[in-house]
C-alpha cells in the first residue's frame, strides 16, 4: 500500500464508529417502521371493528324503537312513549359516533345515507304518532302485519348492507396489508443482522490486513532487532500510524547499525592498538633472544655448546608458538556449551589434569566447604580451563611443599570458588581485557592464562577477581551469581 493511500488508525475507528451509527439507524428505521405499522393497522382494525359495533347498535335500536312505536300506538302503553323518545337519542349519539371515527369520503356517504334511511322511518313513525285515524283497529292490524315493518325499513337495511359493504373491503384491505407484511417480515427483520455481519467481517478484515497483521510484523521485527539482527527491515504496511512506527524503528535500526559498526571499528583499533605493542614486546624480546643464541654459535669452542645453543634456540621458538597459540585461543570467540555441573566436579577435573604438577612440588591441597550440593550452569570444558589456568598459576607460585587452600563458600546470591596459594603474591592487581596484566616467571609460561580465565569467566556472567593484599600468597575469586544456579534434590 502506498503512502499516498495509506488510511490511519483514527480513519479506520471512524469508519467503524460510521458503520456502527448506520447499523443503529437501520434497526431503528425498521423497528420505528414496524411499530408504527402495526400501531396503525391496530388503530384501523379497532375504528373499522368499532365502527361494525355502532352500526348494529344504530340497528338494534332502530328496530327496538319500532316495537316501541308499535307498543305505544296498537297496545296503548304510555311508557312506550318514553321508551321511543330514548332510543332516537341513542340512535342520534351512534351516528355521531360513527362520523367522527370516519375516515374516508366513502365512509361518510355511506353514513349519511344510512341516516337520511333512518331518519324516513323516523319520519314514518313520527307519522304515526300524530294521526289520530290510525288509532282504528283496522290500522292497528295493519301495523302488525310483518310486511308493513318491512316496508318501512327496507331501503334502510339496503343502506345498512352497502355500508357493511364499505367497512367490510377496508377490512378486507387491512388484512391484506397484513399478509403481505407477515409475508415479507422474515426477509426484512433479518436486515440488521445481516448488516451488523457484513460489518462484523468488513471491520475484522480491514482490521487484520492494516493493523494487526502490520503490527504483529512490527513486533516481531523489534524482536529481531534487539536480538542484533540491525539489518533486519520491517515492513512498512498497514495504517499510518504503524507505518510510521515501522519506519522509525527501521531509521533507528539503521543508526543503531552504523554506530555499532563505528563502534566495533573503534574497539577493533583501540584493541589493535593494545595487541600490537604486547605482540611486539612477546615477540620481540625470543627473536632477540634467539639472535644472541645464534650469534653465540659462531664461537662455540666444541660441540656441547653448540647443541646446548640449539637447545636454546628450539626451547625459545616453542615458548613463542605457545604463546601464540594462546593470543589466539584469547582472540577466539567462545560459545559456551551450557550444562549443570557442581563447582566440585569441576575443580576435581581441573586438579586431576595437574597431578604431576603437585606431586613434583609435593603441594598440599587443603579443601574447605566441598560438601557444598549446588550444580552451576556452565560449560564445564571452558570453565575447566579458567579453573586450570588459576590453579596452574597458584602452583607455580607456591613454594615445594607449600599449600594451596581451595574453599567453596555460599553468600547470599553468590557461590564463590576460592583458590589462596603460599607464594609471595603478585606484584600487580589483574585487571578484565589486560592481555598483559605483568611478567610470567614461569619458565614455560605464555602469561594469558589470567586474561583466557578472565574471559571465559565473563563470558558466563561470572566475576573473577583477584585478592593481592594479603600478608602471604595471593587469592582468586570465581563468584557464580545465585540465579545460575539449580539445587540438587
Same mark, same amino acid.
Given at each position: 500500500m ?11 475507528i471512524?469508519?467503524?464508529e460510521?458503520?456502527?451509527l448506520?447499523?443503529?439507524a437501520v ?5 420505528a417502521?414496524s411499530?408504527?405499522?402495526w400501531? #396503525? ?9 368499532a ?5 348494529e ?8 324503537q ?8 296498537? *297496545?296503548e302503553e ?7 323518545s ?12 360513527? $362520523?367522527r ?7 361518510d ?9 333512518y331518519?324516513? +322511518? ?5 307519522n *304515526?304518532?300524530?294521526?289520530?285515524? %290510525?288509532?282504528?283497529r283496522l290500522?292497528?292490524?295493519q301495523?302488525l ?8 325499513v327496507?331501503?334502510?337495511? #339496503?343502506?345498512?348492507?352497502?355500508f357493511?359493504?364499505v367497512?367490510s373491503e377496508?377490512h378486507?384491505?387491512l388484512d391484506t396489508t397484513?399478509q403481505?407484511?407477515?409475508r ?6 433479518p436486515?440488521?443482522l *445481516?448488516?451488523? %455481519?457484513i460489518?462484523?467481517i468488513y471491520?475484522r ?7 494487526i ?8 521485527g523489534?524482536?529481531e %532487532?534487539r #536480538?542484533?539482527?540491525l ?7 498497514g ?11 527501521n ?7 552504523e554506530?555499532?559498526d563505528?563502534?566495533i571499528?573503534?574497539? $577493533?583499533q583501540?584493541?589493535?592498538g593494545?595487541l600490537?605493542? /604486547?605482540?611486539a614486546h612477546?615477540?620481540?624480546n ?6 644472541a643464541t ?5 664461537h662455540?669452542? &666444541?660441540q ?8 636454546? +634456540?628450539?626451547q ?26 557442581t563447582?566440585? @566436579? ?5 586438579l586431576?589434569l595437574?597431578r @604431576?604438577?603437585?606431586?613434583?612440588? @609435593?603441594?598440599?591441597?587443603?579443601k574447605?566447604?566441598?560438601?557444598n550440593?549446588?550444580?552451576l550452569?556452565?560449560?564445564?570444558d571452558l570453565?575447566e580451563?579458567a579453573? =586450570?589456568?588459576?590453579l596452574a598459576?597458584? %602452583?607455580?607460585?607456591?613454594p ?5 587452600? +581451595?574453599?567453596?563458600?555460599?553468600p547470599?546470591?553468590?557461590?564463590e570458588?576460592? !583458590?589462596?596459594?603460599?607464594?609471595p603474591? *603478585?606484584?600487580?592487581k589483574?585487571k578484565?581485557g589486560?592481555l598483559?596484566?605483568g611478567?610470567?616467571t ?7 592464562? !589470567?586474561?583466557i580465565? =578472565?574471559k571465559i ?5 561470572w566475576?573473577l577477581?583477584? &585478592?593481592?593484599?594479603l600478608?602471604?600468597g595471593?587469592e582468586?575469586? /570465581?563468584?557464580?551469581? +545465585?540465579?545460575n544456579?539449580?539445587? !540438587?534434590?
Amino acid at each position: 500500500m502506498s503512502r499516498r493511500h495509506q488510511r490511519s488508525l483514527r480513519t479506520l475507528i471512524f469508519r467503524h464508529e460510521i458503520a456502527i451509527l448506520l447499523l443503529v439507524a437501520v434497526t431503528g428505521a425498521i423497528g420505528a417502521s414496524s411499530a408504527y405499522f402495526w400501531q #396503525q393497522n391496530s388503530a384501523q382494525s379497532v375504528r373499522i371493528n368499532a365502527m361494525f359495533f355502532f352500526t348494529e347498535q344504530i340497528r338494534g335500536e332502530m328496530y327496538a324503537q319500532i316495537q316501541e312505536m308499535i307498543r305505544a300506538r296498537v *297496545l296503548e302503553e304510555t311508557d312506550a312513549f318514553e321508551a321511543y323518545s330514548e332510543h332516537s337519542r341513542s340512535i342520534s349519539e351512534r351516528f355521531n359516533e360513527l $362520523r367522527r371515527r370516519s375516515r374516508s369520503r366513502e365512509e361518510d356517504l355511506a353514513i349519511q345515507e344510512l341516516n337520511l334511511a333512518y331518519r324516513e +322511518i323516523q319520519g314514518d313513525m313520527n307519522n *304515526l304518532f300524530n294521526d289520530p285515524y %290510525i288509532a282504528n283497529r283496522l290500522a292497528r292490524i295493519q301495523i302488525l302485519e310483518p310486511q308493513f315493518a318491512q316496508r318501512m325499513v327496507g331501503k334502510f337495511e #339496503q343502506r345498512y348492507q352497502e355500508f357493511k359493504t364499505v367497512l367490510s373491503e377496508q377490512h378486507s384491505e387491512l388484512d391484506t396489508t397484513l399478509q403481505a407484511w407477515t409475508r415479507f417480515a422474515p426477509f426484512i427483520i433479518p436486515i440488521p443482522l *445481516l448488516i451488523a %455481519i457484513i460489518i462484523v467481517i468488513y471491520t475484522r478484515q480491514v482490521m487484520r490486513n492494516d493493523f494487526i497483521k502490520p503490527i504483529a510484523r512490527v513486533i516481531r521485527g523489534a524482536h529481531e %532487532i534487539r #536480538q542484533g539482527e540491525l539489518k533486519h527491515k520491517i515492513d512498512e504496511s498497514g495504517v499510518e500510524e504503524v507505518s510510521n512506527l515501522a519506519t522509525v524503528i527501521n531509521n533507528m535500526a539503521n543508526e543503531l547499525s552504523e554506530k555499532r559498526d563505528a563502534l566495533i571499528e573503534n574497539e $577493533r583499533q583501540a584493541a589493535l592498538g593494545s595487541l600490537v605493542p /604486547v605482540v611486539a614486546h612477546n615477540i620481540r624480546n625470543p627473536l632477540a633472544s634467539i639472535r644472541a643464541t645464534a650469534q653465540l654459535l659462531e664461537h662455540a669452542e &666444541n660441540q656441547d655448546e653448540i647443541v646446548e645453543s640449539k637447545n636454546e +634456540i628450539i626451547q625459545t621458538i616453542d615458548r613463542l608458538g605457545r604463546w601464540v597459540s594462546a593470543l589466539v585461543s584469547y582472540l577466539h570467540p567462545l560459545k559456551p556449551n551450557l550444562t549443570e555441573e557442581t563447582p566440585v @566436579n569441576l575443580l576435581n577435573a581441573a586438579l586431576g589434569l595437574l597431578r @604431576n604438577k603437585l606431586s613434583e612440588k @609435593n603441594i598440599n591441597i587443603i579443601k574447605q566447604g566441598w560438601d557444598n550440593n549446588h550444580k552451576l550452569t556452565v560449560d564445564p570444558d571452558l570453565m575447566e580451563q579458567a579453573l =586450570f589456568s588459576l590453579l596452574a598459576n597458584a %602452583i607455580d607460585a607456591s613454594p615445594k611443599g607449600g599449600d594451596i587452600t +581451595i574453599s567453596l563458600t555460599n553468600p547470599e546470591d553468590y557461590i564463590e570458588i576460592r !583458590i589462596i596459594d603460599s607464594g609471595p603474591g *603478585l606484584p600487580f592487581k589483574p585487571k578484565p581485557g589486560d592481555l598483559e596484566p605483568g611478567p610470567s616467571t614461569k619458565r614455560f609460561g605464555t602469561g594469558l592464562g !589470567i586474561p583466557i580465565a =578472565f574471559k571465559i569467566c565473563q563470558k558466563h556472567g561470572w566475576n573473577l577477581t583477584f &585478592n593481592t593484599e594479603l600478608k602471604q600468597g595471593t587469592e582468586a575469586i /570465581v563468584a557464580a551469581p +545465585i540465579h545460575n544456579l539449580v539445587k !540438587i534434590n
